[in-house]
């Protein structure tokens, strides 16, 4: 059975929990604020529960609907987890910072925006790919962008990898196939 000095307990932890998230999330809210500012992004959008991870998800690369992967229960809050450490790792060159700070960003996300949005950290990175709709018209993104980031341009795209063309079959030598290449010529050994 419980007793009065036992639910009156729980409560206090309860009410304290939720006063220490509530701090935790407007902490966060403003140090990402101050982020979304440096990037360009309008500041209100870190203070919209599910949105500041949808912004964040955009930034890094990916699409904005994962942020929706945060309501399912069990799986889906892990698998955000995961999509912000790879985000954090790929906006953190575009603030001049390295793989340490997605250690932090991954451990300690509060920590990581604070560093981010109060630090001394101007935004140089790329722009996601919205704000640059025309390929031709983006302008080149700066030698510190991050690998693989969105927007970022690297020279001209690459053509695909040649694949080997599939071998004859035996006995069918009516198969159509690539010319033969014509053989370098070797000069002779004296």
Do not use: C
Not at 137 to 161: E, I, M, N, Q
Not at 169 to 177: L, N
């Amino acid at each position: 059975m419980i007793t009065g000095v036992d639910s009156g307990a729980g409560v206090v932890l309860g009410l304290l929990a939720f006063v220490l998230g509530a701090a935790v999330y407007v902490w966060v809210a403003l140090a990402l604020s101050a982020a979304f500012r440096k990037m360009g992004e309008e500041p209100w959008r870190a203070w919209v529960p599910v949105l500041n991870i949808a912004v964040l998800l955009r930034w890094g690369g990916f699409s904005m609907w994962l942020a929706l992967l945060v309501l399912v229960p069990g799986v889906g809050p892990i698998a955000v987890w995961i999509l912000l450490i790879l985000t954090v790792h790929r906006l953190n060159p575009g603030f001049g910072y390295g793989g340490g700070m997605t250690v932090v960003g991954a451990l300690l996300f509060p920590v990581w925006a604070t560093i981010v949005g109060f630090g001394p950290a101007e935004w140089r990175g790329a722009r996601p790919a919205h704000l640059h709709p025309d390929p031709v018209a983006r302008p080149a993104s700066p030698p510190y962008a991050p690998f693989g980031s969105v927007g970022t341009d690297f020279g001209p795209p690459l053509p695909p990898p040649p694949f080997p063309a599939p071998a004859p079959a035996p006995g069918d030598d009516a198969r159509p196939g690539p010319a033969a290449a014509p053989a370098s010529p070797v000069a002779p050994q004296p």
